[in-house]
């Protein structure tokens, strides 16, 4: 469990970061290192150079706007879960930020770490993907949702950085959120998560609602509904690609899917009716 | 490459390959073996250190990373040499440890909490030491442990 050999260089700014990374197709960036950690431990990756993004200024920034809420790509997971400001702009990610790993690795984990890598299981994207939030990258900036392609694969160019997360702000009045996810035990990988946003137009009806499944799904998906119901929700579902595993085969990850959405959804309602 | 950690309060000047783990640093570069190394990948816990006074995972860390920042490993915690800490003393009261193994991990997960919250729950207790395992089952007693911890420290004039 020791990783190959390779450099280690800390940038100083994004630009320095970008040149580093345009000369070497093979440099690899570390942010928190929660998820690059193990992958180099076990030797799934063997990088030349690991360039440190941490001394960059200004990229752990939060910045909650009127009509969005920017996220720098080294936010580490446990500001976002101590942040008052995120709880109130942006509840889910507030409720989700709690299955994302144990508070050990929160400590050091970031925003932007776990949406360049694009865990299959990692709650950040699924949030992101749900809420139609928007991948800023030192290259363009991309919809979640046309961003994560495949596990640990993205439409991230080669030679560009993660720089952060932009998500769209909705007003709190009349919105409720759901979070519901499975796994081995709290903050172990999602074999299935689900995350829910409902907001009610001015005569209670349903203005909108964003329904995202992940974990069971090879990247984030969110749902196409019908109507906010149990059959709708399974008819969405019946079509997706489940991932399996020998603790947790297509079939499970289908049905859980199907009952962490419904309690998402659930929770989402309440909240909106209280 | 050259770095200088600061672990327990001193500088140590150290050589090291630049893959180094914190882990493998604070072992074999700096001595201290307390700081157990188990899955190296994440997972278990065993490695856990106080970053700054917060827990971190020493396996998930390149020592490259933790220079410029204050590392406290088990051997840190104690108020003297042969002296055990309130929290220390309260896994030897409890017999909040069998084989050992993970001990150090969950008490300086321990420690960490108790600095943040004087006044845990039990379940707030249970999800700080959810990312630590402990092989022989014995989370019961490391639960008291905790709790026993809690009720001294918040009794005692000394940290």
Partial sequence: ?274 | MKLVLNVNGTDRALELEDRTSLLDALRDGVGLKGTHAGCEHGVCGTCTVLLDGEAVRSCLMLAAQAEGHAVTTIEGVTPGPGELSIVQDSFVETHGMQCGYCTPGMVLTAVALLRDNPTPTRDEIVEAISGNLCRCTGYGQIVEAIALAAERLRRSNTP
């Fill in chain 1, 1 to 274: 469990m020791k990783p190959a050999p390779f450099e280690y260089i800390r940038a100083e700014s994004v630009l320095q970061a970008q040149e580093w990374l345009a000369a070497d197709p093979e440099a690899r960036v570390i942010a928190g290192g929660q998820t690059l950690m193990p992958m180099l431990a076990m030797r799934l990756v063997r990088p030349t150079r690991v360039i440190d993004i941490a001394g960059i200024a200004g990229l752990d920034t939060i910045a909650v706007g009127a009509d969005h809420v920017t996220l720098g790509a080294m936010v580490r997971q446990v500001a976002v879960e101590r942040s008052a400001a995120v709880a109130q702009a942006l509840p889910l990610l507030s409720k989700a930020i709690r299955f994302v790993g144990h508070p050990p690795t929160r400590r050091r984990g970031t925003i932007g770490g776990s949406v360049a890598n694009a865990d299959p299981a990692a709650e950040i994207a699924l949030v992101a993907v749900t809420q139609g939030a928007e991948v800023l990258t030192t290259a363009d900036a991309f919809a979640a949702r046309d961003y994560f392609l495949a596990p640990m694969t993205t439409a991230l160019p080669a030679g560009a950085m993660v720089t952060g997360l932009r998500f769209p702000r909705v007003a709190a009045a009349r919105r409720g959120t759901g979070f519901a996810e499975v796994a081995m035990r709290q903050g172990d990988y999602a074999m299935a998560a689900a995350a829910c946003e409902l907001v009610l137009g001015a005569g209670g009806e349903v203005a909108s609602l964003r329904l995202g499944i992940g974990g069971a799904t090879p990247v984030p998906v969110l749902l196409d509904l019908a109507a906010p119901t149990r059959e709708a929700i399974a008819a969405a579902l019946a079509p997706l690609e489940m991932m399996h595993d020998p603790n947790a085969g297509a079939g499970y990850r289908r049905r859980a899917a199907l009952a962490l959405a419904m309690q998402a959804l659930d929770e989402a309602q309440r909240e909106v009716m209280a």
